[in-house]
């Protein structure tokens, strides 16, 4: 770990932080958390997450990771909010980047950027241009274009996605036979599944905070994305179909072929490990640390893949990188080039040894930097 920052405003009982996993050609990017929850410890490991991501799929950003403590709620936690990207103003404007995270929307990264009078982009286009790089993105792109939750959510589904193709490939499965259960139905959740769903898997199970809903001939996701609020929540009495209701931990007891872990950290630990149904072929990790490292061995040694989270869930932060260092011209151009890279990675972590898929993908990512990348932090 690089650095760690902590920022106070007394008369809000704000206190905000930031951990530096590393800088790469002189910065770093990681979102802002905003909970209650938000500790150091949990920064520094999101932040080596983020190096991780970036460097496995050759985006030269180091990682950081920033978070408000407290509850984002009401008219304080928009004060809060915005005196957070005041006292974040000197790093934002040097060489940190942030982004959406956990209690943040990509409305709320723009209007910090706006309250400080600050465009990134222009940041980014002055930093090329003094290193001799033509930033080559369009004029008119805006922060709002990259920062938008419909946008995010959007490349980050397409990584899990492409994810899971690859695995299914590598492993010599064809995707149309297979069934997916998906542990979360926020914004990321709900686009893999259109994204599962196009592309011959059938989704069989959902689970969100208030239970899991099956159904083995597959879920309609129309009709869940209907009864859906904004936090992934699904209604169960708006729904249209009939659906068999389970425990919310039950999800990755359905008969499966493929689990995507894609809600909160420690999802599956040792215990739920081994209750992982035999069917299981894929465990594709599309939340920042679903799967317990000790679990994560006992699955492997059970035959089962494991799709790392900075793999599989680096589709936004990618496609957010790629743009940043001139890789990509368009935010389209930027997606399509972070999936067909998760894709790629995927494959070649897969087509070693059953086991040890993390290893590798940690090995690729330190070919991007000048040292060697850890691993996670425990």
């Known amino acids: 770990m690089l650095a760690r920052v902590e920022l106070h405003d007394e008369d809000l009982a704000l206190t905000v932080y930031l951990a530096i996993d590393r800088l790469s050609d002189g910065w770093c990017a990681g979102g802002l958390r905003f909970a209650p929850s938000v500790t150091p410890a949990q920064l520094e490991r999101l932040a080596r997450l983020m190096t991780l991501k970036f460097g496995a799929l050759g985006v030269r950003i180091g990682g950081a990771k920033a978070g408000i403590v407290g509850p984002r709620q009401g008219p304080a936690g928009d004060r809060m909010l915005l005196r957070a990207g005041e006292l974040l103003e000197p790093l934002l404007r040097s060489w940190y980047m942030t982004g959406e995270d956990l209690g943040t929307r990509g409305e709320d990264i723009t ?144 008969p499966a072929d493929v689990l995507v872990p894609a809600a909160v950290e420690d999802a599956i630990g040792p215990e739920e490990a081994r209750r992982v149904h035999a069917k299981v072929k894929l465990i594709v990790e599309a939340a920042n640390g679903p799967v317990a490292l000790e679990a994560e061995t006992f699955l492997e040694g059970r035959g089962i893949a494991v799709v790392p989270d900075f793999v599989a869930s680096a589709g936004s932060a990618a496609a957010f990188g790629l743009l940043m260092t001139g890789q990509a011209a368009t935010p389209d151009q930027a997606a399509a080039e972070s999936s067909r890279r998760i894709a790629s990675i995927t494959r070649q972590i897969l087509e070693g040894p059953e086991a040890g898929a993390r290893q590798r993908a940690i090995a690729l990512a330190s070919r991007t930097f000048a040292d060697p990348v850890a691993g996670r932090v425990a």
């Open 111 to 254: 209007r910090i950027y706006a309250h400080i009078g600050l465009d990134p982009i222009a940041i980014v286009r002055q930093r090329m241009a003094a290193g001799g790089v033509t930033f080559t993105a369009p004029p008119s792109l805006r922060p709002a274009d990259l920062f938008s939750d419909q946008f995010a959510g959007r490349v980050a589904g397409d990584g899990v996605v492409a994810a899971a193709l690859a695995a299914a490939e590598a492993r010599g499965l064809r995707s149309e036979s297979l069934d997916v259960s998906l542990q979360g139905f926020g914004t990321v959740g709900l686009s893999a599944a259109r994204g599962f769903q196009s592309r011959g898997f059938r989704l069989v199970a959902v689970a969100d905070s208030e239970g899991c809903v099956c159904a083995p001939r597959g879920l309609d996701i129309d009709d869940l994305a209907r009864a859906r609020n904004p936090w992934g929540v699904i209604d169960r009495r708006r729904l249209r179909h009939t659906v068999t209701h389970l425990r919310r931990e039950d999800w990755c007891r359905v």
